[in-house]
């Protein structure tokens, strides 16, 4: 079992930056594949960024050269970098977290998590 918690939204103009931070449970963070998502209300869930155990860093083209995600195994911490934000930026911001299990397909579909933390508000102003 995994617990995440989220942290760091807030209301930002466009153009400026935000730090999301996302905090999770257990010793064996450092195997878990780390993603971030998001949601805005009547939409569905999108994928942001992800990062492997390796640290391999994957990202939506929507957020590609404005968003940064990153990890620290020793602290069991996954960051989101957010600048020149937008307002489609706008949305909760979820953590999720994957288990090492068979075959990763694809760190962008969210049905590939297993675990999934409460979410933080986002919200860019113009």
């Known amino acids: 079992q995994v617990q995440l918690v989220e942290s760091g939204g807030g209301l930002v103009q466009a153009g400026g930056s935000l730090r999301l931070s996302c905090a999770a449970s257990g010793r064996t963070f450092s195997s878990y594949a780390m993603g971030w998502f998001r949601q805005a209300p009547g939409k569905d869930r999108e994928f942001v960024a992800a990062?492997?155990?390796?640290?391999?860093?994957i990202y939506a083209d929507s957020v590609k050269g404005r968003f940064t995600i990153s990890r620290d195994n020793a602290k069991n911490t996954v960051s989101l970098q957010m600048n020149s934000l937008k307002p489609e930026d706008t949305a909760v911001y979820y953590c999720a977290a994957r288990t090492p299990r068979g075959i990763f397909y694809s760190s962008s579909y969210y049905s590939e998590y297993d675990y999934w933390g409460q979410g933080t508000q986002v919200t860019v102003s113009s």
């Open positions: 990062i492997r155990s390796g640290g391999r860093p």
